[in-house]
């Protein structure tokens, strides 16, 4: 399996004192080796607040450029029509179940009360052209995969939450 975009919903626990101005970070993981690290944060936005609920969308080879599992890359010169993996995006051999972990992370220690977190992916899959060609093509709708609905206070400040929360997709 290969996904192509990934979108987190991440939503603020709407009740008194939840939001935060703290940076929050999601580190992407397969089976243990960290591929990406995603900032949860918009620059022109109170990204969470009390109650808020924001898309962080990480789509194409800028955002998710080809990680290989399992596939092993071609040698440098060497083509194959069609080619065994896309020219970008992050491949789960296995599938994502027992897989895949999310690691949120807060940066300082302005509390944040993290409500659910939804994850969805764009995969890439071979798909006919023509009658006798394939090519890898992103889906075109979103697959849901989960969601963590356990509230959780996060913050630098071990008196008022954990600075990182695991979430593993079993």
Same mark, same amino acid.
């Given at each position: 399996?290969?996904?192509?975009?990934?979108?987190?919903?991440? @939503?603020?626990? +709407? $009740? %008194?004192?939840?939001?935060? !101005?703290?940076?929050? *970070?999601a580190k992407f993981i397969r089976d243990g080796a960290v591929l990406r690290v995603l900032n949860l944060d918009y620059p022109a936005e109170n990204d969470h607040e009390q109650g808020?609920?924001?898309?962080?969308?990480?789509?194409?080879?800028?955002?998710?450029? @080809?990680?290989? +599992? $399992? %596939?092993?890359?071609?040698? !440098?010169?060497?083509? *194959?029509?069609?080619?065994?993996y896309p020219s970008y995006g992050i491949e789960f051999s296995n599938g994502l179940h027992g897989h895949l972990k999310l690691q949120l992370k807060i940066g300082n220690d302005d509390?944040?009360?993290?409500?659910?977190?939804?994850l969805y992916v764009l995969q890439i899959r071979q798909k006919a052209t023509s009658f006798d060609t394939l090519d890898w093509q992103e889906d075109s709708d979103w697959t849901y995969v989960g969601t963590w609905g356990q509230d959780v206070a996060m913050s630098t400040d071990s008196g008022e939450g954990t600075t990182t929360w695991n979430l593993n997709l079993t």
């Open positions: 399996m290969w996904i192509g975009a990934i979108r987190l919903d991440v @939503r603020t626990k +709407d $009740q %008194t004192f939840a939001g935060t !101005d703290s940076l929050v *970070q808020a609920e924001r898309n962080y969308d990480y789509i194409g080879a800028t955002r998710l450029p @080809r990680m290989n +599992d $399992q %596939t092993p890359s071609l040698p !440098d010169g060497i083509g *194959q029509d069609p080619m065994p509390m944040w009360i993290k409500d659910n977190v939804d």
